[in-house]
Every structure is written in structure tokens, then in C-alpha cells.
């Protein structure tokens, strides 16, 4: 098969990268060299590295790599815009090859960014043209994006990704939650009660501990009420974006499932779509963008 351009996922630790045919995958590499690990001045040689035996064809990359502290600095493009990528190129056709950044999207009021994201609203869009509505995005730093008219209105960022897993893995509750593990039932009423009482979630925090000690509470139970509030608490902040919208999340299998579980608790039927497809639906538009500008 031959191989046109190559598409990079290139984020904070991890880079991911696909030898592509047109809009089809011929080969796919995943590595821990993600931009949190590299210099500047480093990137050319990782990628020269890490592609070695494909083709001196374009690159298209997205995610962190456009960051400020990461191989060059690709631009904001500020919202309301087109979904359409927008493309920086590194100086000097690292490798022989022309390579490409796409721009991350950002919000003047209120102040909010987003980095690797507006690709996968790309790859929805690409794949579902029809699309009005709401694209979830739950990770460490979770969007809600609003998206109308082929277009990201406005959007918003919550931390729940990250609360967790510092509360889960650095905090006293480290020794009281699951590293895995599901209870449906626990998970969806924290998530109702947080919404509608998120003061007492806020005391219960403490609460699993102390039942962890004094009854037993089963690590599981604990991981369910303690994601289930912290999503809880997302939903109502969240709210003006998902209340009567369709919604389609993109994520993890895992991660999304439980947003997905917590939304149709609310009467919101979610749609789901896997992070690979967006993210290589959206290279592969961003990939089109290039040739339509060479």
C-alpha cells in the first residue's frame, strides 16, 4: 500500500503515529516520546527516528506539540470559527519532508484553550457532516464544544480528569479507591446527588475514608461515588451546554462510558465515537486543508 502523508497525534507523553493511504491506515506506531519529555530542538530528530522506514512524505500533527513549550509554537485561533484545522508549518522541511502543526482554538470570555481537541470535533464533523450539537470530550482536562453551522461556537474546560486522579492517586484516599472497577448503581446516584446537593458530595469526600476505616467500605464502592460526584458536579457545570442538546462524546471506551451513564441518568442520550477515529478523521481533513493550500 502506498503511503501519501503521515498523520502524528503528538501529546504531552505519548506520540502516536499512522503511515496513512489516503484516509486509510497502512501501519500505526505508539510511543512514550509525547512533548513533555523533549526540547525543541529535539523533535526533528524523534520524528526522523520514530518514522524510520517510511516514506519523506508530509506530516500532519496535532495536540501538544504545538504548544508553546513544544516544537514551535502553532497559534490560538480564537472562537467562534470554522471546524476546518488550521495549519502552521515547521521551518525548514525537517527530514526532507514538509511538516505541519495544527492550531489549537481559544476563548477570549470567559478565558479558555483547547489543544488537540478541535482536531477530533474536525474528525466528528468530517465523519458526521449533519452535526449540530455538543461534543464531549473527557480526559484529563474534559471540553464541552458547542458546534453549529460546520463551526465551534464556544466551549468549556473542567479539571474532572485531573481532580481525580490526584485525589485517587497522591491524596488519603489513595489507600480507600480502586485503581479499576465499576458500581453502576453507587456511580449514578453520586452523580444525582451531587447535582443536586453538591455541598454534602463535597462532605462525603472525607466520608469515604472514615467508612473505609470504620465499615469497610469496599475500594470499588469507594472509585464509583467519588467519580460519580466529581462528574456529578461537571454535569451541573456544564449544564447550559448539554441540557436539551444532542451529544456526542469522544474519549477513552472506559472514561466515555461513564459520561455517557451519567448523561442518561439525566434524559440526555449520548453518542459515542472512539478518540482514533476522530483523531485520524480529523488529520485526514487537516491533511486535505494542506493540499488544497500546496
Known sequence: MTIDWIAADWGTTNL???????RTPSEARALDRGMGGLRPDQFA????????????VPVIASGMVGARQGWIEAPYVPAPCPAVPQLV???????????????????TSPADVMRGEETQVAGLLSLSPEFDGIVCLPGTHTKWVRVSADEICNFKSLMTGELFGL???????????????????????????????PERGFGGLFQL???????????????????GTLIGWELAAAKPWWL???VTIIGAPALSALYAEALTAQGVPAAQMSVEDATLAGLAAAHRQFVAES
Open 89 to 107: 508549518p515547521v521551518p525548514g522541511d525537517p527530514g526532507g519532508r514538509p511538516v505541519r502543526i495544527v492550531c489549537g482554538v481559544s476563548q
Open 16 to 22: 502516536r503515529l499512522w503511515a496513512m493511504s489516503g
Open 45 to 56: 530528530a524523534v520524528l526522523a527516528e520514530e518514522t524510520d522506514g517510511w516514506p519523506a
Open 167 to 197: 485525589i485517587a492517586g497522591q491524596s488519603m484516599l489513595r489507600h480507600t479507591v480502586a485503581a479499576e472497577g465499576h458500581d453502576p448503581d453507587l456511580f449514578r446516584a453520586a452523580v444525582s446527588d451531587a447535582m443536586a446537593r
Open 244 to 246: 436539551g442538546c444532542e
Open 209 to 227: 475514608r472514615a467508612e473505609a476505616l470504620l465499615a469497610d467500605l469496599d475500594p470499588v464502592a469507594a472509585r464509583a461515588r467519588l467519580s
